[in-house]
């Protein structure tokens, strides 16, 4: 597999306390690589070692073939786009002026604007100035900031935090636009599993700065286990004739359960008849994404 970003045992200590600890992804071209850590895993020391705006303590990366320690690795860089913290936006200004703005501070060519702004779909705000901007369109205009080099990798820390519903569809309809229309490589951070999961190519799972799963979305879809939803008249009934029957279960109420173990449908309801206990639905799920992330790291989410 054709690789844009490799980092190899990444290690960075502030004082005595490691924030990165023998990190190890690797991040394929055409990929929309999914960061995923509870708050303070390491997602934003990783982002800001492999932009440049920070050096490991130890370890080593490769962006395109060029190590970190490589006098090219800045000319290599060129081909990466990023947005790391909050960019800053003219309020007074619209769209378009903001990135004309950018082109001119970066000193290049502003021919390519009304493309990125159809890109991140702020095609139609015209006269709208940023200030009046919904949280989501300055998201998408922080990220149409970070387009003006053309990126074929572009790095994205948070860009759905606290956005709201719609503006998580848009930033996500967005991102999967510039993967596949423009056929940008994407590193993308969230603490939230079920946010990336409609987007993501590949995952790396991190907990206290090491990679505790490294994943395609397919083997992550593969993982997270399936479990029949049932609703019953009496779920005391169902717990005796599951637990006889060995199965595993959980009771969600006193009329729902989830079964995790395979179950042939007619002799459990033929057995479930037997009892009085009557069931009213049973329907298959995929095991929250969300749970599966908890599985692998333990304990209670933050944020
Ligand atoms: N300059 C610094 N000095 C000391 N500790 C730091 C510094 N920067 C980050 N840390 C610590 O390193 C750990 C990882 O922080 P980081 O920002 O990378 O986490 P994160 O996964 O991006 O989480 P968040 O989404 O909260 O930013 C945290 O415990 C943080 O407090």
């Known amino acids: 597999m054709d690789y844009v970003l490799q980092t190899r045992d990444l290690y960075k200590k502030y004082g005595s306390f490691k924030a990165l600890d023998n990190l190890t992804i690797n991040v394929p071209k055409g990929s929309i690589y999914g960061l995923v850590g509870?708050?303070?895993?390491?997602?934003?020391?990783?982002?800001?070692?492999?932009?440049?705006?920070?050096h490991p303590s130890s370890g080593e990366f490769t962006f395109y073939g060029v190590k970190n320690n490589d006098g090219k690795i800045l000319e290599a860089r060129r081909k990466m786009g990023a947005v790391v913290e909050t960019p800053s936006l003219h309020p007074n200004m619209t769209a378009r002026d903001n990135l004309?703005?950018?082109?001119?501070?970066?000193?290049?060519?502003?021919?390519?604007?009304?493309?990125?702004?159809?890109?991140?779909?702020?095609?139609?705000?015209?006269?709208?100035?940023?200030?009046?901007?919904?949280?989501?369109?300055?998201?998408?205009?922080?990220?149409a900031f970070s387009l003006v080099g053309d990126p074929e990798f572009l790095v994205l820390d948070e860009p759905i935090n606290g956005l709201d519903p719609q503006?998580?569809?848009?930033?996500?309809?967005m991102i999967?636009?510039?993967?596949?229309?423009?056929?940008i490589t994407i590193l993308i951070s969230s603490h939230?599993?079920?946010?990336?999961?409609?987007?993501?190519?590949?995952y790396a799972?991190?907990?206290?700065?090491?990679?505790?799963?490294?994943?395609?979305?397919?083997?992550?879809?593969?993982?997270?286990?399936?479990?029949?939803?049932?609703?019953?008249?009496?779920?005391k009934i169902l717990a005796d004739v599951l637990g006889g029957?060995?199965?595993?279960?959980?009771?969600?109420?006193?009329?729902?359960?989830?079964?995790?173990?395979?179950v042939q449908v007619t002799p459990l309801v033929l057995a479930l008849n037997d009892k009085n206990c009557i069931v009213n639905s049973m329907s298959e799920h995929h095991e929250s994404l969300e749970n599966y992330f908890m599985g692998l790291v333990g304990g209670v989410q933050n944020g």
Do not use: W
């Not at 503006?167 to 309809?173: D, N």
């Not at 990679?211 to 083997?219: F, G």
């Open 245 to 262: 029957m060995g199965i595993e279960f959980r009771i969600c109420s006193p009329n729902e359960a989830d079964i995790y173990t395979p």
């Open 176 to 183: 999967t636009r510039l993967n596949q229309e423009k056929g």
């Open 167 to 173: 503006g998580i569809i848009e930033v996500r309809e």
């Open 38 to 54: 509870r708050n303070g895993a390491g997602k934003t020391t990783l982002i800001r070692i492999v932009t440049g705006l920070n």
């Open 100 to 143: 004309i703005q950018q082109t001119k501070a970066l000193g290049i060519s502003d021919e390519k604007i009304d493309d990125i702004l159809k890109l991140v779909g702020l095609a139609n705000t015209g006269k709208k100035k940023a200030k009046n901007f919904s949280l989501g369109m300055r998201q998408r205009l922080g990220i």
């Open 192 to 202: 939230i599993l079920d946010e990336l999961s409609r987007l993501a190519t590949h």
């Open 205 to 235: 799972f991190i907990e206290r700065g090491h990679v505790i799963k490294e994943m395609s979305a397919e083997e992550l879809e593969n993982a997270s286990r399936t479990f029949v939803h049932i609703n019953v008249n009496d779920t």
